[in-house]
C-alpha cells in the first residue's frame, strides 16, 4: 500500500462511530483508531470485537481494569454483595468501615491519624482533597502542568482545561470552577520549550513563586506521574524536593494517585516508591476492580474532619457494593502469595524491553531524522518520538505523527495502547497487573509485529 493509500486507510479508522448509536461526539475517544469498534467481551487482558476479532487490551481504559477483565473473585464479591446489601447513602456498613479500615492500613500507613472519605469519581476526590487542605491551611492551591486532575468544573484549571471550557461557552468564563487568583497552574508553557529536562525548568519557575508568595499558599497538588499526559514521569528527586519545599513552608502537599497508585507502579503508591510522603492523597479508578466507580481521599483526621458536612455529602459514595468490590482489590494487593507489586514490575520490564529491541533509538521518518525513547516505572512502558537533540518545537507534526501511525500498527495487530502525550507523541502500554505469561508472551509478538510494520512503512 502507497503512502497516500495507507494515510487515506487510517484517516478511515478515525471515524466516528455510526450516529444511529445516539452517542454524543464526547463519549468515545474519536481520535484513537479503535474508536469505532464494538467490543462485546473481555476476559483477562483479552477483548472481543462485534466480530469476533480477538484484541489484547494494553490501555486498562486509563488503569482502571488493572486487574484484567471478568476477574472471577471480583465477579463473585459483586454477586453476593449485590444479593445482600447494595447501597446506603451517608451511612456506615460493615464493608465501607472495613474499606476505609484497610485503606488507612495500607495505602496510608504514613498518614498520621489516617481518615478517608470516599467518592464516586476520582475528580469528586481531588476536589474534597483540595477543599481539606485550604480549609485546614487557608490560601492559594498550586498544581503543576501537565497534570491531569478530572474535567469537572471544580477541577477543570487545575487540569489546564479552563480556556477550552471558556472558549466552548462564548467567551463569556472568566475561567472554570475556582477563581483564577485562587489556583496557580505552573509550567504551561515548559513542558514543550524544556524537552527531556522540562522538570528543571518547572522546578525553577516553582523556586521563584514559592519564594515570594509561600504564605498565600495553601498546598500543592501533584502528579507523581502526569498520568493521563502519557505517563510522563520526573525523577524521584523531583518528588522529594517538592516535599523538603513543602515542608519547610508548611505547605500541604497532595498527591494525585488515582492513576500511579494500587499497584500500577510496583508499590501501594508512586510518591512512596519515589520516597516521599504526601500530607493527602488521592486513590480511585482500579480501586472498584473494574466493576464499580469508587475512589478516597486519604488524610489526616485534622485536616478531613475541618470539612463542613455538607461539602462532603455524595449519594452514592462509599456504598456496600463499592467498598466490597475495594476490599477485595486492597486484599488481592496485600496477598504475599500473589506478589502484585513484583509481577507489575516484570511486565513493565517485558514491555520496555520489546519496544527498544523492536524500535530502534534513531530512524528516519518521512524525511526527517527522530529520536526514540523507552521509559516507565512498574507496569508501564511509554515509547516517545522526539526531535534530533531532544528538543520540542513547533508543533511536533512529524513526531506526532509518527506515534499516531504506531498506535494504528499496534490496532492492525488487535492490540490496544494508548496514543497519548502533552503532544500526542507517545504511545503508553499499561497491561493488566495480573496478566499471565501467555498474554504476555502474545502481546510482545504484535509489538514486534506492530514495529516491523512501522518501520516498513516510514
Known amino acids: 500500500m502507497g503512502h497516500e493509500a495507507d494515510k487515506e486507510s487510517r484517516r478511515k479508522l478515525h471515524v466516528a462511530p455510526d450516529t444511529s448509536t445516539g452517542l454524543a461526539q464526547g463519549a468515545f475517544r474519536a481520535h484513537d483508531p479503535w474508536a469505532a469498534v464494538e467490543f462485546v467481551r473481555g476476559a483477562g487482558a483479552r477483548l472481543w470485537d462485534a466480530d469476533g476479532n480477538e484484541w489484547i487490551d ?13 476477574n472471577v473473585a471480583f465477579c463473585q464479591a459483586l454477586h453476593e454483595q449485590a444479593t445482600a446489601l447494595f447501597h446506603l447513602t ?10 476505609a479500615r484497610k485503606l488507612c492500613q495500607w ?14 469519581s476520582g475528580a469528586r ?11 485546614w491551611r487557608p490560601g492559594k492551591v498550586l498544581a503543576i502542568a501537565p497534570g491531569f486532575h478530572g474535567t469537572s468544573w471544580g477541577t477543570c484549571r487545575l487540569s489546564g482545561l479552563d480556556e477550552i471550557l471558556a472558549a466552548a461557552a462564548g467567551g463569556k468564563l472568566a475561567g472554570a470552577g475556582v477563581p483564577r487568583d485562587q489556583v496557580v497552574v505552573v509550567g504551561n508553557s515548559l ?4 524537552g527531556r529536562c522540562w522538570w528543571k525548568a518547572v522546578q525553577g519557575e516553582l523556586e521563584a513563586l514559592l519564594a515570594h508568595d509561600a504564605a498565600h499558599i495553601s498546598a500543592l497538588l ?4 502526569f498520568s493521563t499526559r502519557g505517563f510522563l514521569t520526573p525523577p524521584a528527586s523531583f518528588g522529594r524536593w517538592l516535599r523538603q519545599r513543602t515542608t519547610e513552608l508548611g505547605i500541604l502537599m497532595i498527591a494525585d494517585e488515582v492513576q500511579s497508585g494500587l499497584g500500577r507502579c510496583g508499590d501501594w503508591l508512586l510518591s512512596r516508591r519515589q520516597g516521599w510522603n504526601p500530607d493527602l492523597v488521592v486513590v480511585g479508578k482500579s480501586l472498584g476492580g473494574g466493576i464499580y466507580p469508587i475512589a478516597a481521599t486519604l488524610g489526616p483526621a485534622a485536616a478531613l474532619d475541618a470539612l463542613p458536612g455538607a461539602l462532603v455529602s455524595e449519594t452514592f459514595a462509599g456504598n456496600a457494593l463499592g467498598c466490597r468490590l475495594a476490599c477485595a482489590v486492597l486484599e488481592l494487593l496485600a496477598n504475599p502469595s500473589k506478589k502484585i507489586f513484583a509481577r507489575a514490575t516484570d511486565l513493565g520490564r517485558h514491555l520496555r524491553r520489546t519496544l527498544r529491541c523492536a524500535v530502534p533509538g534513531e530512524l528516519m521518518w518521512r524525511g526527517r531524522r527522530l529520536l526514540t525513547q523507552v521509559e516507565g516505572v512498574g507496569a508501564v512502558a511509554a515509547l516517545e518520538f522526539v526531535p534530533q537533540g531532544g528538543q520540542v518545537e513547533g508543533d511536533n507534526a512529524a513526531e506526532q505523527e509518527a506515534a499516531a501511525d504506531f498506535a494504528y500498527r499496534c ?7 494508548h496514543w497519548s502525550g502533552p503532544k500526542r507523541t507517545r504511545c503508553v502500554l499499561l497491561s493488566p497487573l495480573t496478566m499471565d505469561d501467555e498474554e504476555l508472551d502474545d502481546a510482545m509478538e504484535r509489538l514486534h509485529e506492530a514495529a516491523r510494520q512501522f518501520l516498513h512503512h516510514r
Open 58 to 70: 494494553l490501555t486498562c481504559s486509563f488503569s482502571v481494569t488493572n486487574w484484567g477483565h471478568g
Open 90 to 99: 451517608g451511612q456506615q456498613d460493615r464493608w465501607r468501615n472495613a474499606a
Open 107 to 120: 495505602v496510608g500507613r504514613d498518614i498520621p491519624d489516617c481518615r478517608v472519605l470516599f467518592h464516586s
Open 125 to 135: 476526590a481531588i476536589e474534597t482533597a483540595i477543599r481539606a487542605a485550604t480549609c
Open 191 to 194: 513542558v514543550a520549550a524544556a
Open 222 to 225: 501533584v502528579d507523581p506521574a
Open 411 to 417: 490496532f492492525q495487530e488487535r492490540l490496544r495502547v
